[in-house]
């Protein structure tokens, strides 16, 4: 529990960063508001079009009496647009962190320097470190769509379906969300997807109460645009701490700087 609120914290201290720093609150607004105008108006798209695409996926219904065809397909109706809504929710940032890739190299930058300590680099062209987020968003979008299609049946069973099944939802789109918003940082100090996935596993707790109310708040029109620079603040504070060696001893200092982490490039 304690790291349930640890994570949380994060998130508070990340916003509370921006607020401080004006200008890069409004510099982090901008890729939000990018992909905000695109998603809004895929799932605008999606609330008007679900019904015909149930119709088209369940001509074997056509025939049942009433009110057995109206309860099948608004259900299903409900249950795609649920779903299309998971995944905007999952895909929000990892598209919003391709689009503003520059901007949010920035502010975490600007987030380690204020804060002290090691400043990582990629030392990496953008080209290629575009190429980089790209193609680890694209192997978190299949682990999240495997999970969301595993889920979307599970949705069917009754009673666990409509209270179980959400809160595991959740979980698995806060746990994304936040690989996704840590990765800003982490790539920089030379971690790749894999050793990303592992540090996150070892902390669950510590992730899920970063990511879980992210993923609520994101559910709120607009709101996810605004939390965002400051969701990628507060994940490099994370970041910094997660990669940080344990102090040696009680009188060691909390701030001091860390040592280089293990997974930091190679720049022999």
Not at 7 to 14: N, Q, R, T
Not at 47 to 66: C, E, H, K, Q
Not at 104 to 113: A, G, I, M, N, T
């Amino acid at each position: 529990m304690r790291d349930l609120g640890a994570g949380f914290s994060y998130l508070i201290k990340g916003q509370r960063w921006v607020a401080r720093h004006g200008r890069w609150f409004g510099f982090g607004l901008i890729p939000g508001l990018i992909t905000l105008v695109v998603y809004v108006g895929a799932l605008i798209g999606l609330g008007y079009g679900a019904d015909d695409l149930v119709a088209w996926a369940t001509p074997f219904a056509d025939d049942w009496s009433s009110p057995w065809l109206g309860l099948l397909r608004t259900t299903l109706t409900v249950l795609v647009f649920a779903l299309g809504l998971f995944l905007a929710v999952v895909t929000f940032t990892a598209v919003t962190l391709l689009v503003g890739q520059p901007f949010y190299e920035s502010l975490s930058e600007e987030v380690d320097r204020t804060e002290g300590g090691e400043v990582p680099e990629s030392g990496l062209p953008l080209w290629r470190e575009l190429w980089i987020s790209a193609r680890d968003s694209i192997r978190i979008l299949v682990r999240v769509t495997l999970y969301a299609v595993l889920l979307f049946a599970l949705g069917f069973i009754p009673v666990v379906g409509q209270t179980v099944v959400p809160v595991i939802g959740f979980c698995v789109t806060g746990y994304f969300l936040t690989e996704e918003l840590t990765a800003v940082a982490l790539q920089r100090r030379g971690m790749v997807l894999a050793d990303r996935l592992v540090l996150l596993r070892g902390r669950r707790m510590l992730i899920l109460g970063f990511g879980v109310p992210l993923g609520l708040a994101f559910l709120v029109p607009f709101v996810a645009v605004f939390l965002m620079p400051g969701a990628v603040a507060g994940a490099t504070l994370l970041a910094r701490d997660l990669v940080a060696p344990p102090a040696d001893d009680e009188d060691a200092s909390p701030s001091a700087s860390p040592s280089p982490s293990p997974y930091s490039v190679n720049t022999d």
